[in-house]
């Protein structure tokens, strides 16, 4: 377990100055600002948020550029975290993992987290930290790595990038892990979280070539609504008891 995070570590820190060009162009922003949407609506607006594996800080700015208060970030990589501060002008991010948040209960009212569940060694941990720092009424969020047929194949093709040195960012050997729809609610609620929802987000996926890229973009609300287990990821969201 030790060794995986070392590695996303490690992977992380080689890609950070290049990690925000991924979402900076056309592709990358859009399928990036689809998610930010998806996440965004299940959260208050106006509050105090924890954005969990922040990387350089695009959901927090995308919080704060929309009613946001405060934005706190938490991320493994160092070398990410330097970005954040850099590139995106963010002052409270802080060096960390999942299963333990180092911030006194009760101390926001929002946490989202997105693409970064996967890698979580311990995913009951971090929701129990994540509900133990919500105040009572708080919010959670996240978008992850959701198994479908499509991404059932895909750790072995990021085995194989690794191999070939494939210097895409999130390709290789993590042990990522991806959630039905069922799993994940499972987690959410033994760790206390009421009303809790999944959806299906994301069948245009970044990583695709652009003409396949925009051919499957006409068809993403078409499949999110009527075949959502052929989307990529997976949106859940619950609320801490007031």
């Known amino acids: ?3 995986n995070l070392e590695k996303v570590q490690e992977h992380y820190d080689h890609v950070a100055e290049v990690y925000d060009s991924r979402y900076g162009g056309d592709v990358g922003e859009r399928y990036h600002g689809h998610i930010r949407e998806q996440v965004m609506c299940c959260l208050p607006k ?5 954005d969990i594996g922040c990387g350089t800080g695009l959901f927090m700015n995308y919080y704060l550029s929309h ?3 405060r934005a706190v970030g938490l991320d493994l990589s160092p070398a990410m975290l330097r970005e954040g501060r ?3 002008r963010l002052d409270h991010l802080i060096t960390g993992t999942a299963d333990y948040l180092p911030f006194r209960d009760n101390s926001f009212d929002a946490v989202s987290s ?3 569940f996967s890698y979580v060694q311990d995913p009951a941990a971090m929701l129990d930290e994540v509900y133990r720092v919500l105040r009572p009424g708080g919010r959670v969020a996240i978008c992850t ?3 479908n047929l499509f991404t059932a194949a895909l750790p072995a093709v990021y085995k194989i990038g690794e191999k070939v040195h494939w210097g895409r960012v999130g390709v290789g050997d993590f042990d990522e892990h ?3 729809d069922e799993e ?3 987690l959410f609620t033994a760790a206390g979280f009421t009303g809790v929802e999944t959806r299906r987000c994301s069948f245009a996926h970044v990583n695709l070539a652009k003409p396949i890229f925009e051919f499957t973009r006409r068809f993403e609300p078409f499949v999110e609504r009527r075949v959502p287990y052929l989307a990529f990821n997976l949106c859940a969201s619950g609320k801490k008891e007031e």
């Open 178 to 180: 991806y959630y039905s």
């Open 114 to 116: 997105i693409l970064a």
């Open 184 to 186: 994940i609610c499972a």
């Open 46 to 50: 106006g509050g105090d948020l924890l």
């Open 86 to 88: 850099s590139r995106n």
């Open 145 to 147: 790595l959701g198994h």
């Open 67 to 69: 009613g946001g208060g």
């Open 1 to 3: 377990m030790k060794e």
